[in-house]
């Protein structure tokens, strides 16, 4: 199959062709239809967090169908629509795994980092951490959501704010940003948007449903969708 691998920090990734994988125990082989990209994959990319696998195939956002599963695979079928994320798999038995807290595992395989991801024609995923993606949401809609998404989710949901509370967002035309700021719409919060804005990202924000925005890149600290903001 044809991967687009890291070969050597620094230097743009190479398409190449590698070997199929073959998934095993808990394992699924999804054919990819759609991979999003995460700074983290440059960061990986770059060597900036060191050097685990090389060559490897970066990639945490992909989104497929299944076409193999390992022996021991109960949850996931042939022909499923899953999606891979960061977090390809955790020990499972540590106090953290067992507390709710696989993230934090240290002995977690990171997909696209540790293990190969998702910029290649196929990708394996782990059944126990693989997202099943829901249909009437598109395989590009469903990409970001498994790294971007999830992470800002989280940190909103970890905030645990009443709903109608004012809530910041810094970086809010970011690839986490534009995700947080409509999940804090949706959950019923007043969304203040902190980022350097130009014309376009300044449209994008308000369209996402920010109620203020306060463009560091300016002087003038504040510019107001339905009122002013003191
Ligand atoms: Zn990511
Ligand atoms: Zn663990």
């Excluded at 990209?37 to 696998?53: E, F, N, P, R, Y």
């Excluded at 645990?160 to 690839?175: K, T």
């Amino acid at each position: 199959m044809q991967a687009y691998q890291v070969t050597e920090h620094g230097k743009p990734l190479e398409r190449r062709q590698v070997a199929k994988p073959i998934p095993t125990g808990h394992q699924v082989l999804a054919k990819t239809t759609v991979s999003g990209v995460c700074h983290t994959d440059v960061h990986v990319a770059a060597g900036d967090w060191g050097t685990l696998k090389l060559p490897l195939t970066p990639g945490h956002e992909g989104v497929g169908v299944v076409e193999a599963v390992g022996s021991e695979v109960t949850t996931i079928k042939i022909g499923d629509r899953i999606g891979v994320a960061w977090l390809g798999s955790s020990c499972m038995d540590c106090y953290l795994c067992k507390d709710g807290r696989e993230n934090m595992c240290e002995n977690q395989k990171q997909t696209g980092f540790v293990q190969d991801g998702s910029f290649a024609e196929y990708f394996i995923a782990d059944e126990r951490f693989a997202a099943k993606i829901p249909s009437g949401v598109s395989d590009a809609e469903a990409a970001p959501v498994l790294c971007a998404g999830v992470t800002s989710y989280k940190a909103l949901r970890m905030a645990n704010a009443p709903a109608g509370a004012r809530i910041v967002i810094a970086g809010a035309c970011g690839g986490l940003g534009h995700l947080a700021i409509q999940y804090a719409k949706a959950m019923g919060y007043e969304v203040i948007a902190l980022d350097v804005f130009d014309e376009a990202k300044e449209v994008m924000t308000k369209e996402l449903g920010a109620d203020f925005i306060i463009n560091l890149g300016r002087r003038e600290k504040v510019s107001c969708r339905k009122a002013q903001f003191h």
